[in-house]
């Protein structure tokens, strides 16, 4: 539980790395905004950490966009009051 009672953001978490990174981090405790332009992918993700409750929601995002970018921190700050991590895993060219 290192990371308990911690809030991550984590983007391109509806496969890959990203994914197992949102699975790791809510298996150790922690709130976890998952954060993909892949809604199939999201929702996914979402019922497979379905047991982890209310610690994991997820947001549909392009962050090629700097508006939807300041979208997601300020998801983030609304649901918990602030952001203790950052795992910038979404490729954007």
């Known amino acids: ?13 509806a496969a890959g790395i990203g994914r197992c990174a949102a699975e790791l981090f809510a298996d150790e405790g922690c709130r976890v905004l998952a954060v993909d332009r892949n809604a199939e992918g999201l ?38 009051g602030g952001l203790d991590v950052l795992f910038n895993n979404a490729g954007v060219v």
């Open 43 to 80: 929702q996914e993700l979402a019922a497979d950490l379905k047991s982890a409750g209310p610690s994991c929601r997820t947001l549909e995002a392009d962050l090629s966009s700097a508006q939807d970018c300041r979208r997601c921190v300020e998801a983030a700050q609304q649901w918990t």
């Open 1 to 13: 539980m290192r990371l308990k009672d911690k809030t991550a953001l984590i983007t391109g978490a």
